[in-house]
């Protein structure tokens, strides 16, 4: 069986920050509100898929599924529940019969036929259609661990002039970082762009099918971009929302950290150190580039 699990041995850390542009950490302190986005406006093209299911071709999905079937006939598995409906009938009907031999006639006899086609190609249209319905309405926040990150002071921050922002995970006020899923970075194709993976997923119950490409879609991302750590809240969008983003409002008792980006405007600096200071328990902290090239963080005055 394509392992659809894709867990993390990753522990969620108790803090989790997020770099900004100084202008948006400004923005982020005036309101206490963070912008949650629709992958629609994530600017990575390799990131949370807009179409599934573009590198795998009909002949290869169909093959996949008559493996996939197969398998599930030759292993005699009871692990049934989260299969589709069909294909437990179909393992039922074989289990149950007393003729061994022509039972499995009549499943390589199905499998010869139409049935992966009409399933196949049903479930992958059906699937494509709810992707499409869902992408406008996810509400993504993008976090990380540490902020020592070099390459993200520089990309996300405004090379360097930017700011970070540490939020705590406080089980009092229910914080939503609590629900953060970690990014895995998967070496091998992502089962997502595998026949193999589709024919597991197309074979699987539709509640458990939709949860694996959820969990498959919005947190795995090529190994080139491991590095960042990342951590993801998925939400959906307020009733009363419109557009691709929302400005969800976090309490000001999760915010315990602001860090000054070493080439920060001397502006920018003074208003967010005023402003921080509304918030009783963020830290101010001066990151600098120390003489190894390296980030060093020190307490701002």
């Known amino acids: 069986m394509y392992d659809l699990t894709g867990k993390s041995a990753r522990a969620r850390p108790r803090v989790f920050v997020k770099y900004t542009s100084a202008s948006t950490a400004i923005a982020i302190l005036v309101g206490s509100k963070l912008r949650w986005s629709s992958p629609l406006l994530f600017n ?18 169909h093959v996949a599924i008559r493996n996939r079937v197969s398998d599930l006939v030759a292993s005699q598995s009871t692990e ?23 039972a499995a006639a009549a499943v390589q006899k199905a499998l010869r036929e139409d049935w992966p086609e009409q399933i196949g190609s049903s479930s992958l249209e ?3 259609s709810l992707w499409r319905s869902m ?4 509400r993504i926040l993008c976090l990380t661990e540490s902020p020592r990150h070099t390459a993200m002071w520089h990309h996300y921050a405004e090379k360097y002039s930017g700011v970070a922002l540490a939020f705590e995970c406080v089980d009092a006020l229910d914080s939503a970082w609590l629900a953060a899923k970690p ?25 458990v099918s939709v949860k694996h490409l959820l969990d498959l879609a919005l947190y795995t991302k090529s190994p080139d971009w491991a590095y960042e750590a990342e951590w993801r809240v998925a939400a959906a969008k307020r009733p009363s929302d419109s557009g691709l983003f929302s400005d969800f409002r976090f309490a000001r008792d999760e915010l315990v950290g602001v860090y000054l980006g070493p080439l920060i405007a001397t502006a920018d600096r003074d208003r967010v150190v005023s402003l921080a ?3 009783r328990r963020a ?8 003489m190894s090239h390296e980030l060093e963080i020190s307490n701002a005055v």
């Open 44 to 61: 990575d093209p390799f990131d949370v898929p807009r179409e599934l299911v573009q590198s795998v071709d009909r002949k290869s999905l």
């Open 80 to 102: 049934d529940n989260t299969l589709h409906p069909g294909i437990r009938v179909l393992l039922a009907n074989v289990r149950a019969s007393t003729d061994p031999a022509a």
């Open 126 to 128: 059906a699937m494509r």
């Open 283 to 290: 830290e101010l902290h001066q990151v600098s580039i120390g």
């Open 135 to 138: 992408l406008p309405d996810f």
């Open 183 to 207: 990014v895995n970075y998967p070496c091998g194709a992502p089962p997502l762009h595998t026949a193999e993976g589709w024919a597991t997923l197309i074979t699987t119950r539709t509640d």
């Open 277 to 279: 200071r509304d918030y």
